[in-house]
Nanobody, 114 residues
């Protein structure tokens, strides 16, 4: 399976973005999918996950602002980012939970200006 994240960009504080993660194969074969992020000078951190039964969980720092979802028919899952803050600036990655080394891709850059 290959995973390709996209949808990042430069936005102002308070605005929204929707990130997509397209999988090359049936994502139902990947029971728990997640989003991670890495800010400059910081370690990569987990952001959110969704199971193939649509259970979700979020890191405290995004809970209530971000929403993870999946479209099995499109082999794609998403991260809706609302009420963005400058501290959300990072490269966002999609991967399994726990992460699989070979699935780390280039990620997609999200930059939030104040």
């Amino acid at each position: 399976v290959q995973l390709q994240a996209s949808g990042g960009g430069l936005v102002q504080t308070g605005r929204s973005l929707r990130l997509s993660c397209a999988a090359s194969e049936n994502i139902l074969s990947l029971p728990i999918m997640g989003w991670y992020r890495q800010a400059p000078g910081k370690q990569r951190e987990w952001v959110a996950f969704i199971t193939n039964l649509d259970s979700t969980n979020y890191a405290d720092f995004v809970r209530g602002r971000f929403t993870i979802s999946r479209d099995n028919a499109k082999n794609t899952f998403y991260l809706q980012l609302n009420s963005l803050k400058p501290e959300d600036t990072a490269v966002y990655y999609c991967n399994t939970v726990p992460p699989t080394v070979k699935y780390w891709g280039q990620g997609t850059q999200v930059t939030v200006s104040s």
